[in-house]
């Protein structure tokens, strides 16, 4: 029989009488990693709550090490050596890495007081293991997200963690900073640490599991070692379609040009930029990480500092540096950083959905309560947003529900210039599916849609026509017959890396977000 280190038998849970575990059976051994997939609502964090023993099943066995937890909690678990990462991390961002390492677990001299130099040194010794060269002394608000992340892993894994559960862990890092994650991830599996890793990027499923389980409606469709299945087979286990299904046909642009930008300066940048897009027209934006696609589209619409140019919205021209005339205008931009740049988390939906026009729903400084209801509530059921109605908060959604709430917001006006970062970062592939669907819909409507990707298979899927940014400037242009070609990923590939040879392996490097 195979050594298990964590084993979920018959696992059952429903939360007010609606199933969202089925009956799943599941095994972690040591010295393995099992990617978790699956959509949003299929059961993953669910599943990861019992397995830390956060929420208690309604029927099945929970066992580690072969021992049945009859009454699972977290300090019980914890003490079986079950550690769990959150996507969500909670780190003391004013106190140090050493710090936060052994919060609650302090090392002390004999005198009873805190022996910090025995923990930084002890800190420094634990993070050198991953090949991670942190200064303990520093703040955690002074790290990266990454780095964050490393040093909570580092953190579970310092007490003796045999099992370690890793929720989305990627989800909010550059794939540069993934890189070294990954390295983390098999330094624990080579010291016999079994792990669940749940994800939504095809790229970490092939770079990291050994085996791949898949949760569709609370139920276990998929249960394989990573060599006996393809990418095209585990997006339909866990959508109920192909993988091609996922790009509706893109509708024939408009010949009015709705964008026009001649010689923008963006700071930072040393050469301007000029580009121009149609009424209809999806224009992509691709390159690598830090190329600068982020800081064009927030130069556009006026929240970051350009220096010189034009931009006109249908002819009309749009004060550079004023996010207000950019509004005015009809311009709209849904941020890369949905949850720091683009919702209030504590508010409500329809509060959120309120925020970009509050002028146009208030009268004296009153709210007009049900001109905005009304208004944002068509404009949520347009997007097909899933919630328990406009008064849920925006931070208990799905992240991809998220994503329809910033991105639906902009419609209650009128919007001719759609300025899309990143639109499905850390979405499932059910729901970037219906977000493909609501911007061919928007471009098919006669909006313009300009959108930055890191996503290579969403940028030759969704784009009329795609600008290659490089250094903050466009370094080519590629249109939909060459974007459909066969080797259209190695000319972007070289034309962001500003490559003459022949495309490397590297090529990952802006392929590895694809799902």
Known sequence: ????????????KAFGGIPVLRGISLALEPGTV???????????????KIMSGQVRQDAGDLMVDGETLHH?????????????????LAPILDMTVYENLFAGRELRRRSGLLDRNRMAARARELLEVFGVAIDPHVPMRELTVALRQIVEIVKNTSWGARVVLLDEPTSAISGHEAERLYGVVNKLRDRGVAMLYTTHKMGEIRALADRVVVLRDGELVVDSPREDITDDEIVHAMIGRELEDLFPALPEPGDQTT???????????SEPVSLHARAGEIVGLAGLVGAGRTELLEALFGARSSSGGEITVAGTSVRRNSTGSSISSGM?????????????????????????????????????????TGTVGQAMSSVHLRSKG?????????????????????????????LLDEPTRGVDVGARSEIYRIITELAASGMTVVMASSDMTEILGLAHRVHVIRDGAIAGTLGRDELSASDAQRRIFHLAAGLDGEASASVSLIQDGAS
């Open 72 to 88: 699972p909690d977290p300090q019980l678990v914890r003490g079986r050596g079950v550690g769990i990462v959150p996507q969500e």
């Open 34 to 48: 099992t990617a978790l997939a699956g959509e949003n609502g299929a059961g993953k964090s669910t599943l990861m």
């Open 259 to 269: 964008l026009r930008v001649d010689g923008l300066q963006v700071a930072g940048v």
């Open 1 to 12: 029989m195979t050594n298990t280190a964590l084993e979920c038998r018959g696992v059952v």
């Open 390 to 418: 406009l008064g849920q908060q925006a931070g208990t959604l799905s992240g991809g529900n998220q994503q329809k709430v910033v991105l639906a917001r902009w419609l209650t006006g009128h919007v001719k210039v759609l």
């Open 332 to 372: 709209a931009l849904v941020p890369e950083d949905r949850k720091g740049a683009g919702l209030v988390l504590g508010m409500s939906v329809l509060d959120n959905g309120t925020l970009p026009r509050l002028s146009h729903f208030s009268l004296g400084g009153w709210l007009r309560n049900r001109q905005r």
